[in-house]
């Protein structure tokens, strides 16, 4: 749908607010609105994380105090 990722307020009004976010995260790419000469919006997809892998192991009883224990 856009063919920019840079657009001002009143490129931004012309098109419809759900035609602009599902623009943004099909193609992966942020989106800035110039609000005014100083003033500018960023919109961008979130990254989807893959899950933690889950590991093998354990954690030994009383690590925490062994860490953490003042030296004699």
């Given at each position: 749908m856009l063919a920019t990722n840079h657009l001002t307020l009143?490129?931004?009004?012309?098109?419809?607010?759900e035609d602009i976010l599902n623009s943004v995260w099909f193609n992966r790419q942020s989106l800035t609105v110039?609000?005014?000469?100083?003033?500018?919006?960023?919109?961008?997809?979130?990254p989807q994380l893959?899950?933690?892998?889950?590991?093998e192991g354990y954690v030994p009883t009383g690590w925490k105090e062994g860490i953490y224990d003042e030296p004699k």
């Amino acid at each position: 749908m856009l063919a920019t990722n840079h657009l001002t307020l009143a490129e931004f009004k012309q098109h419809a607010l759900e035609d602009i976010l599902n623009s943004v995260w099909f193609n992966r790419q942020s989106l800035t609105v110039q609000l005014s000469s100083t003033a500018e919006i960023v919109i961008q997809p979130k990254p989807q994380l893959k899950p933690l892998p889950v590991l093998e192991g354990y954690v030994p009883t009383g690590w925490k105090e062994g860490i953490y224990d003042e030296p004699k």
